[in-house]
């Protein structure tokens, strides 16, 4: 089972390193959106300061949703996942590493990349590293309540615009926690361990839920 787990989290990293993978593109949206943003908003720097936790995190939640489609759809296609439904790995185990892939290659880069972008948006540096904090224990749950969405449509051709409409509304509390973390230490009207712990459990949360609602939704689409 360790095996046959390994392998999919190994094939997923690999296919996702590849030129116009899915972490790449990512990378790339939310680098643009984070740069884009200041412009819009003018040379203001204590709006930026204000604000900086909020966009960083809505640029990660957006840039995890994009390609969510082909967490499932790919291996639809080219028949990876019969394969995987009859192997002997149960099937929430493959879920739990095609989600863990996932991370590894869109949540991960996004968290370490975030202090650079933070001087962007004049983020003060006492908040820099509980941003990245943050962001590592919540964009887990990004991609695993994702994984769901992405179940459902895996067996559908045009399911690119559905997963996002499907997945966004049900990451609403990781993006108020998360932001609310970012915030509280930098200042804000609560201690910034209480929003933590509570994204923490809501990424805890979310990965077995996910993993087993993603499971559950492609063993009825066999």
């Known amino acids: 089972m360790n095996r046959a787990f390994l392998a999919i989290l190994k094939r997923d990293l690999a296919v996702a390193g590849r030129a116009g ?80 892939a996932h991370w590894l290659t869109t949540g991960l880069p996004l968290a370490l990349v975030s202090p650079l972008l933070g001087l962007l948006v004049a983020l003060p540096g006492g908040g820099v590293l509980p941003l990245v904090a943050t962001l590592l224990v919540g ?16 067996s559908l051709r045009r399911g690119g615009l559905i997963v996002p409409v499907l997945v966004a509304p049900l990451t609403v509390p990781v993006l108020i926690f998360g932001v609310s973390a970012a915030n509280a230490a930098v200042g804000g009207t609560v201690p910034f361990l209480t929003p933590f712990l509570i994204l923490c459990a809501i990424s805890l949360g979310a990965i077995v839920v996910g993993t087993v609602a993603a499971a559950a939704a492609l063993r009825s689409a066999e």
């Open 21 to 100: 993978g899915g972490g790449e593109l990512a990378l790339v949206f939310f680098l643009t959106l984070v740069v884009l943003v200041p412009f819009a908003l003018g040379p203001d720097l204590n709006l930026l300061s204000r604000i900086g936790p909020a966009i960083l995190w809505l640029g990660a939640l957006l840039s995890v949703l994009i390609g969510l489609d082909r967490l499932f759809q790919s291996d639809e296609e080219d028949g990876s996942l019969d394969l995987i439904r009859a192997s002997a790995l149960p099937l929430e185990f493959a879920v739990l590493a095609k989600g863990l």
């Open 139 to 154: 964009t887990p749950a990004l991609s695993f309540i994702g994984a769901g969405g992405a179940a459902l449509a895996a």
